[in-house]
């Protein structure tokens, strides 16, 4: 059974920075397509960045030139270097496969960022 741990998530003011780190464990992730997805209040989880096992990514517009989502296989991680921080970024940050999210979802970390 494959567990995600997230951490990195703390208050932070608008135009500051956060890394947030996905650990796996219980499955390699290397041939899996990462993605970090956020939550916030009364809305639903939406993808922001995903990266293909080959190190491609992709994201989405909101967060475009500011967000940096990378992978260390070997430590069977996946990062989030988030940038430029802005209100709307405040949500609960979770990691999973994508497109379909195939294993159970961790406790995710939140990223409260003041204005």
């Known amino acids: 059974q494959v567990q995600l741990v997230e951490s990195g998530g703390d208050l932070v003011q608008a135009g500051g920075s956060l890394r947030l780190s996905c650990v796996a464990s219980g499955r390699y992730i290397s041939t899996s397509t990462m993605a970090w997805y956020r939550q916030a209040p009364g809305k639903q989880r939406l993808m922001v960045a995903f990266?293909?096992?080959?190190?491609?990514?992709v994201y989405t517009d909101s967060v475009k030139g500011r967000f940096s989502i990378s992978r260390d296989d070997a430590k069977n991680t996946a990062y989030l270097q988030m940038n430029s921080l802005k209100p709307d970024d405040t949500a609960v940050y979770y990691c999973?496969?994508?497109?379909?999210?195939?294993?159970?979802w961790g406790q995710g970390t939140q990223v409260t960022v003041s204005s």
């Open positions: 999973n496969t994508f497109p379909s999210p195939l294993y159970e």
């Open positions: 990266i293909r096992s080959s190190g491609a990514t």
